[in-house]
Structure formats: C-alpha cells, structure tokens
C-alpha cells in the first residue's frame, strides 16, 4: 500500500503521506489537517472501515469542506472526500484499490489521467504510482506550479518487525522538477536494496547470488561508486582479481578513501577477506 504526491508546496512529505502495515493508507490534502492521516489510520486499525473513519473524521470537522483526504484498508477498500470548498480544480476518483485525487489543478482533466494511469500501468506500486504523478503532471499539474514530491510505501501484511515493513519512504523537499528527482530516488533506493540483499548473502556465504545483486546493484546506479566497490569486494571474495581490479579502479578514482576500506576489510569477521587478497588486488591496479 502507498502513497505518493507532488505540490507546490515545501516539504509536502511531511503533511500529505500516511501509512501502516497491517492497516492502511491515508492522504490528506487541501487546507490539509494533518491530524487525518494518524487519526484516520487509527480509526481504521480499530476496525472502522474507511468510509466509516471518513465520516466520523469529516463530521468532526469544521473545515471539513475545505479539505480533501483519501483513505485505503488492507482490503482494498476506499473512501475519498473533496470538500465543495476545495480550490478548483478539484475532485478525484475512487476506483478498485486506489484513489486519485488532486485540488488547485489547471484543468479537470487531471485526474481522470491520473485514473487511467494507474489502471494501465505494471509493476512495483512504486513504478505504477510515478507514472500516475508524472500522468497529472503531463495534463497540466498544479496550476501553481511545481516544488516538492514524496511517496511511501509499506507492507501489506505486517512482519511483526515494523522497521522491515515500510518498503520506501522518499521526499524531495524543494526542487525545481521534483517529479524528475524522485524517480531518481526511486532508481537509487532500489539499488541500495539490493546491495543489502547481498550484503546479507555475502555474510551467510552465498557468494554466486551476492555477486549477481552487487553487479545489478552496480548497472542501476552506475553513478554511485560504492556499488562498484562492493561488488569487487565479493568478487575478491571468490578470489576473482582480474574481475575486481577494474572495479576497485573505478571506486578510488571517485574517492581514493575506498583504498583505506579495502584495507581495513581483513580486520573484520563480516567478510572472507585475506590481507593477501587485498596486497594482490591493490597491486594489480597499479600496473
């Protein structure tokens, strides 16, 4: 489950995203109360269901007309709410599984778009939900313009371990194509989980599959260096040096800091590296 949003507005992660393994999803939007997005969860965790929580929530609220808020459970269900006093444009749409819904847009045409984006689109519900920002974006976006954007997302089903269910939480604060910027986050957070994964791997002694993360990690973000060099790290490992060199070259190059790493890997239980494996390594990129 998730959430994502784009504004013209500072730091919109912090107001609009709501969301809970094991309970749902809320965004609260507009003259945003930000009090909807915990307390709407917590209606819902106590077993309201969405249209249940937005009611009472709505009923309580003064300003209710000015808000907008969309909130999902665990079982698909939806509820949305734009207040008849919603900056126009303004409205959304409630389809199976998802809400869309924008406020203070150029045209009405936006999201309609973003509804239709999301019903074509595969893949990580990350991937769907950028192609749904950048579809609003394409039809007109907010007519105030652009500045900041954050998605986040979480586990269905609870692990019992909370710190490993939510998935992804990025946020551009201030950015002149916020949109741009958090696909790239998106781009750079998955390669930083798979270098974990193998991370993981490499410690329990799975080098063949740790190598094969480390290399897409690496292909993915090619422009962050330390890919480079932890997937030389598992291939000196495995004793392949001619593999490794090339990649170590390219790390110290970025940041000759990466040859004091290397060096201090032998200290260390967390990796089957010899001082000997390193000597060879370091020598081989010399020549």
């Given at each position: 489950m998730g959430v994502?949003?784009?504004?013209?507005?500072?730091s919109v992660g912090g107001t609009v995203p709501w969301a809970e393994s094991g309970v749902g999803a809320v965004a609260t939007q507009s003259l945003v109360d930000v009090s909807y997005g915990p307390l709407g969860l917590a209606l819902m965790k106590a077993g309201k269901t969405p249209q249940q929580a937005m009611r009472a929530l709505t009923a309580a609220d003064p300003g209710a007309e000015t808000r907008q808020v969309a909130m999902l459970d665990i079982n698909g269900n939806v509820a949305a709410h734009t207040g008849k006093d919603c900056i126009p444009e303004a409205g959304h749409i409630v389809g199976r599984g998802f809400s869309v819904q924008a406020n203070?847009?150029?045209?009405?045409?936006i999201w309609p778009a973003m509804a239709k984006a999301f019903k074509k689109s595969k893949?990580?519900?990350?991937?769907r939900m950028m192609a749904v920002l950048e579809a609003a974006e394409e039809a007109g976006g907010d007519i105030r313009g652009k500045q900041s954007a954050a998605m986040l997302v979480v586990n269905v089903k609870p692990s019992g371990k909370p710190w490993m269910d939510r998935v992804l939480e990025l946020r551009v604060e201030d950015n002149p194509a916020p949109l741009k910027e958090l696909r790239?986050?998106?781009r750079i957070h998955e390669a930083y989980r798979k270098s974990d994964t193998a991370e993981n791997l490499l410690a329990r002694g799975k080098l063949a599959k740790a190598r094969q993360l480390y290399a897409e990690a690496s292909d993915q973000a090619p422009e962050i260096e330390e890919?480079?060099?932890w997937q030389a790290v598992s291939l000196l490992g495995s004793n392949r040096v001619e593999e490794a060199a090339p990649l170590f070259r390219e790390a110290f190059e970025v940041n000759g800091d990466w040859r004091q790493v290397l060096r201090s890997l032998p200290?260390?239980?967390?990796?089957?590296?010899?001082?000997?494996?390193?000597?060879?390594?370091?020598?081989?990129?010399?020549?």
């Open positions: 994502a949003v784009q504004s013209h507005y500072f203070l847009m150029r045209n009405r045409r893949g990580p519900l990350a991937h790239r986050l998106i890919m480079k060099f200290r260390t239980s967390a990796f089957s590296i010899t001082s000997a494996q390193v000597r060879r390594a370091l020598r081989k990129i010399r020549t």
